[in-house]
């Protein structure tokens, strides 16, 4: 499949979405030569604020400065909640849909509305005022999105933490945020397996001492320990609790989230999300790129771990008043045809999966789609990685029957919403290309000393001036935040990202140029697995590296040198297994590690990791050039002892 294969914008799309061809680019260019005023309209249009702001926008990427909104106040519950419940207060907000297929559950606006008042209730009387930072670890229950809710109402900042991650990674996010309340279940549920929550809970609180409360939901009544000085059952908690809460007049620049992700050194920082230009850029996105119709029923796969379930399952489509499908299970549970029949059962009007859904899906075959309708599907989205065009070609035709546009979403933790994207109505499509930004954002391409590339090219995404829901600083560590983004190009937000822009301005990530990895759509920093590994007392050394994997975009390729002495072993092989396991959680277990006597290092020491790149790839006639390494033999045995795959 060529790039030169163009999906124009349907008919029926042309005329009835918001923004057709002609609207995206005379808003465009609005939104970057006047993006003041131009902003300050959508402000106006998307959200309600108690108090308007003085100034839209004042940021110095140099210094990694941003602000949006100066002066204005509003509360992120309360429009996402309250303003809807005149006009929709018997509408569906969330649709729930278990893990078992014969479980879900229809929320409204109203019930909403009392569930996150209750909490929110629970919260404040238990000591937690604004700006206080709330940990939750759960799993995909309407009670994740409760609780999202109840901070903003009263101003605490959540810092969801992914449900599969492991009570160490769980126990370092709770003390880097300084944490005082948990929020999780007993036990979640995925795919007809229990996952122990509250065990991995209590492992991590045990050097949390500064945890006082941790709210419990019950969801399987599975068997838990219980400590009674600390724990307290969420619903009882929340059944004693008054159903009205004043919520806080949030500054637009006060916090929302803190959100940890992985780089290429150290351990996970905790992206800053702010209030009014995130909720905006959220909510704006969201109603476009999905075009979002009053009544529709909209479905992200995402889990609420993650920006995406941040952003599009939570705060985007219910600012926007949309009814959003909050799904607990995996797309293969109990068969392939799960995600089909979901969409049938509650009439989903559109759909946001990752890549490595869609490939793992087409790799089971047509038939579980084609046993399904999937007539109320309009529009289709993919993210977190690159999306290959054959699973695009898939998605598009056998999932959608080639009625639906998909709309491929780049974008970043640190982005907050959607960067470039097609809109249904106005862009044409390339599988496989992420296309255009979206309004106000400008991303150029800049070679290797900075500058900007013109017309087609190559080079490194970086985006030239601040959009609203930019991340506002890594929690706790500034420097590290200005060192990340904004020193490499200085002036510039730098993605992390290499990209390519065609002779019609459309955009391909060719993936990053960083040490991160992307795993099923996740991300993983290859220096976060190596500390893993290294922590074994038989280990001397270890070197991680992604190679291209069928279902998973990325796999992990680990290189591990044993201390002198120690005999390789399967069982060593385990164990390191086990150890990333605990270490960070299930999604940082290599898939393949290879015993190395040595890694191929410069004379001063460094490691190259594009040989071990291109050995992991099986690419062995590109590996370049050898001759700086201080010892070139050390590359042939990894060569010649390289995995089978
Ligand atoms: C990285 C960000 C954005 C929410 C999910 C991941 C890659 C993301 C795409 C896309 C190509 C993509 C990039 C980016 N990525 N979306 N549509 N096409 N690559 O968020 O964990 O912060 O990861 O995911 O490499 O930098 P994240």
Redesign the pocket.
Known sequence: MTEQHVYPVPEALKQKAAIDADTYQSLYRQSVEQPDAFWAAQAETFLDWQEKWHTVCKSDLRKGEVAWFLGGKLNVSVNCIDRHLEARGDQTAIIWEGDDPSEDQLITYRELHEEVCRLANVLRERGVKKGDRVCLYMPMIPEACYAMLACARIGAVHSVVFGGFSPDALKDRIQNADCQVVITADEGVRGGRKIPLKTNTDKALAECPDVHTCLVVKRTAGDIQWEDSRDVWYRDAVEAASPECEPEWMDSEDPLFILY??GSTGKPKGVLHTTGGYLLQAAMTHKYVFDQQEGDVYWCT?DVG???GHSYIVYGPLANGATTLVFEGVPTYPDAARCWEVVDKHGVNSFYT?PTAVRALMGAGDDFVKRTSRKSLRILG??????NPEAWEWYYKVVGDERCPIM????????GAHM??PLPGATDLKPGS?TKPFFGVQPVLLDSEGNEIEGAGEGSLAIKASWPSQLRTVYGDHQRCIDTYYSTYPGYYF???GARRDEDGYFW?T??VDD?L?VS???MGTAEVESALVLHEQVAEAAVVGYPHDIKGQGIYAYVTPMTGVEPSDELKKELISLCVKEIGAIAKPDIIQWAPGLPKTRSGKIMRRILRKIAANELDSLGDTSTLADPAVVDDLIDNRANR
């Open positions: 992700t992985s995402a993650w920006v995406t990752a993919s993210v977190g990685e690159p999306i491929d979403t780049w974008w970043q933790t640190e982005t470039m994207t992420c993605t992390g990202d990530i993936g990053r991160v992307n759509g996740h991300r």
